[in-house]
């Protein structure tokens, strides 16, 4: 019986792990108001679930300090990757201790060149595509808040651009 139960949960695990998604790098916080309060995340929960207006859902963990700053400053921006930039997924899967600081060449979050927007919202400089939004809800949870967000603003690349998603990584979310 224990056994089925464990098979039957491997299984659904699998399935959801088959759900194509992309990996994006979710930004929160302020640097207008709080430079500290600057944070970026990899997440592949994301997905539009509204036309009119125009809104996407991200899913958080609930102990995340990406999500306290989305919820501080009721705001998000999306970096969408490039498909070659699987490296910067693994740079964001800690919190950015010392969140915004200035490099070399520009401002810069766990060593990766970021542009923060006229919101004060930090993003990947090297994104194939940005969106911003303002939250408009959320629903919680035991494991994740998601967080809906109207989108306010958006950028791409002027080149043609491949985004990076889960397929293209040998890593798994959720399930
Ligand atoms: C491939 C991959 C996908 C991930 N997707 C999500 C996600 O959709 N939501 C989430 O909350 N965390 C996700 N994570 C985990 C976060 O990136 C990780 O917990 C991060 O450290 C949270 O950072 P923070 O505490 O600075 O906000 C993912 C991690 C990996 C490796």
């Known amino acids: 019986m224990t056994e089925m139960r464990d098979d039957d949960d491997r299984r659904t695990r699998r399935v959801l792990w088959s759900l194509p998604t992309g990996l994006y790098i ?13 944070n970026l995340m990899t997440v592949n929960l994301v997905m539009q679930v509204a036309t009119a207006p125009r809104v996407i859902a991200v899913s958080f963990e609930v102990a995340s300090r990406t999500l306290q700053a989305v919820r501080e400053f009721h705001q998000l921006s999306l970096s969408v990757l490039h498909r070659s930039d699987r490296a910067v997924v693994r740079r964001f899967v800690k ?9 070399s060449s520009g401002p810069e979050m766990a060593g990766e060149p970021v542009i923060v927007g006229s919101t004060g919202l930090p993003r990947l400089s090297g994104a194939a595509a940005w969106l911003e939004g303002n939250v408009v809800g959320e629903t919680s949870f035991e494991s994740h808040v998601v967080v809906f967000a109207e989108i306010s603003a958006s950028g791409e690349s002027e080149e043609p651009y491949e985004v990076l998603r889960m397929e293209d990584t040998r890593m798994n979310y959720g399930g």
């Open 95 to 103: 919190p950015v201790l010392d969140g915004l600081v200035e490099g």
């Open 26 to 38: 979710v930004g929160g916080g302020d640097v207008r108001v709080t430079p500290s309060s600057a």
